[in-house]
C-alpha cells in the first residue's frame, strides 16, 4: 500500500453500512464482500485507501491523534468528545436526534436535583445547563432505559431512531434534543499534506448528497 493513501476512521454498524454505500455511489471501488469483513483494518490498494474499523466514540480520537487521515462520526459522538479534527461534511446519513425520556408517571420539577442517566455525560450536562437547569449526570455505557425504571435516574439522555426501544421499555419521550447525522472529519494535518485527495473525496461525496436531496 502506498504511503500516499488515505486512512479512514469508520464506527461499525448500521453508519459504517450507510457510509460504505456512500462512498460506492462515489465512485470508490469497495469490493463488495467489504461490508462482511471482520477485520479492524481493510486495505483497499484499488482505492489507495485504508479502512480502521473502530466504536463509534472512538473514530474522532484516532483522527485527532492522526492514526488516521479523515473519519466518519455522529453528531452526538463530535459533541461529546469535543476532538481536535475539522468537521468539512454532513453526510446526511445515519439521521436520528437526541431527546429526553423518562417513565410516564414522571412529574418534572418534584425533585431538587434530578438524575440523568446517559451514554453521553458532556452533552448532557451542557444542555441542562443551557435550559438553567441543575442536574446530577449519571454515566452509563448502555442499557440507559434500564436507569429509571429501576429508580437509578429521573430521566435519561439518549439517542432516538424509531423511538420503539423507548416504547418496548416502558419510557415516554419529554424532550426533543437536536436532530443527529453522520459528519465527514479530518485531521487538521492532514488536510494540510493530502490536501488533494481530501478535498476530491469531499467533492466526491458532496456531490452524491446533493444529488440524493434533489431527487427527493
Do not use: W
Not at 39 to 51: G, H, S, W
Not at 181 to 196: G, H, L, Q
Amino acid at each position: 500500500m502506498s504511503k500516499e493513501c488515505l486512512t479512514v476512521a469508520m464506527p461499525k454498524g448500521r453508519i459504517f453500512e450507510e457510509a460504505v454505500e456512500l462512498l460506492r455511489e462515489a465512485g470508490y471501488p469497495l469490493p463488495p464482500e467489504f461490508e462482511d469483513s471482520r477485520k479492524l483494518i481493510i486495505e483497499v490498494p484499488e482505492a489507495k485507501m485504508r479502512f480502521i474499523l473502530a466504536k463509534p466514540m472512538d473514530v474522532p480520537t484516532y483522527v485527532e491523534h492522526g492514526a488516521a487521515d479523515v473519519g466518519v462520526a455522529g453528531k452526538d459522538v463530535m459533541i461529546e468528545e469535543k476532538r481536535d479534527v475539522y468537521e468539512v461534511l454532513d453526510l446526511k446519513i445515519s439521521a436520528c436526534y437526541m431527546a429526553v425520556a423518562a417513565l410516564p408517571t414522571y412529574n418534572r420539577g418534584c425533585e431538587v436535583a434530578p438524575k440523568i442517566a446517559s451514554k453521553y455525560p458532556n452533552l448532557a450536562s451542557e444542555y441542562f445547563r443551557e435550559q438553567g437547569e441543575q442536574v446530577e449526570i449519571i454515566k452509563l455505557n448502555g442499557s440507559i432505559e434500564l436507569a429509571p425504571i429501576i429508580g437509578l435516574a429521573d430521566r435519561i439522555v439518549d439517542i432516538v431512531s424509531t423511538g420503539q426501544t423507548l416504547k418496548e421499555n416502558g419510557l415516554v419521550e419529554v424532550e426533543t434534543m437536536m436532530p443527529i447525522t453522520s459528519r465527514f472529519i479530518v485531521n487538521p494535518v492532514s488536510y494540510r499534506t493530502k490536501s488533494t485527495d481530501i478535498d476530491d473525496m469531499v467533492d466526491r461525496l458532496a456531490d452524491v448528497i446533493d444529488a440524493k436531496e434533489r431527487s427527493l
